[in-house]
């Protein structure tokens, strides 16, 4: 269960909260699988989206932008909502409750991941612990095999995955620990599901959000990769192809944009110009906290992730 006071009470009259969802279910039966809630059940989404807009002003990134430009303060209790990853349940769960309660939202798609139904390298590891009862494993940065035989040994050590991979991808190249794991698991390796915590939205559904008057969608690389992680050249073909395939896929030209992870070691300054380049006006990272009602940049805002 949420908290849900905990995120009404980022709302001030000097702060401007982007809340950052990823996907929302109508319910969770598994035992390892989503133990961080990242997917939240459909009624506390709802509840929370209430609760937000009793005390708080809905604003859509399309006018952040356009009062940034403008040089106006935003609103008192100003919040927007965004969701990362392009998951199917943004469309058939999310997006409902959204336009019964009127709240525009941004989605930020991996254009792979829709394009072939990718799973991401850490939901192929929960699907690989969930599906065995017992595990042994010995990754890089363990000394001695680590027996999992339990779901609080199994969420455990996925926490300690996920610390690792994330503050360091090249060291722990996200797609080499994925091979390890069933490797040593003797699983067959999944890159696709149509599980509800792993489908993605098809180009159509992709489609009909954006053109939708409440909401917009915008890039998130094409693998879901750190983008401060890459060479320069590797992080701009991740961009440019993102770009391409919104606009060749879904006739979209968006100007919003997200950085995978969203920490501080996943994007720099370059990353920033060439989103730039490509007329990239809005991007905030995953960075947790809230932002000043005058800002100076939109490529550097926090964002209150919600689970």
Not at 71 to 98: H, Q
Not at 172 to 197: A, M
Not at 223 to 231: D, T, V
């Amino acid at each position: 269960m949420i908290n849900v006071n905990n995120y009404i009470n980022k709302l001030s009259n000097d702060t401007y909260s982007i809340y950052l969802f990823h996907g929302v279910v109508s319910e969770n039966k598994s035992k390892v699988r989503n133990y961080n809630n990242k997917h939240i059940l459909s009624v506390e989404f709802e509840k929370l989206l209430i609760e937000l807009k009793k005390v708080g002003n809905p604003i859509s990134l399309d006018n952040l932008i356009l009062l940034h430009k403008a040089e106006k303060k935003l609103p008192p209790n100003s919040f927007s909502i965004t969701f990362d990853d392009g998951f199917e349940n943004n469309y058939s769960i999310a997006v409902p409750i959204l336009e019964k309660l009127q709240i525009p939202a941004t989605f930020y798609v991996s254009t792979n991941l829709v394009e072939k139904n990718l799973m991401s390298w850490i939901d192929q590891i929960e699907y690989c612990f969930e599906l065995k009862e017992s595990l042994s494993l010995k990754l890089p940065w363990d000394k001695s095999a680590v027996i999992l035989d339990s779901p609080v040994k199994k969420i455990e050590y996925l926490s300690i995955i996920r610390e690792k991979v994330k503050s360091n991808q090249q060291l722990y190249n996200p797609n080499l620990i994925v091979d390890k794991i069933f490797k040593q698991t003797g699983i067959e390796k999944i890159e696709s599901n149509n599980h509800h915590l792993d489908q993605k939205m098809n180009w159509e559904q992709v489609k009909s959000i954006h053109y939708h008057d409440l909401f917009s969608i915008g890039g998130h690389s094409h693998n879901h990769l750190s983008l401060g992680s890459l060479k320069s050249n590797e992080s701009e073909r991740e961009i440019s192809s993102s770009i391409k395939f919104l606009k060749d896929k879904a006739d979209i030209v968006s100007h919003h944009y997200s950085y995978p992870e969203g920490q501080e070691i996943d994007f720099n300054e370059n990353t920033i110009d060439f989103l730039k380049k490509n007329k990239i006006e809005c991007c905030p990272t995953a960075i947790d906290g809230v932002n000043k009602l005058s800002f100076d940049s939109l490529f550097h805002l926090k964002r209150v992730m919600v689970l």
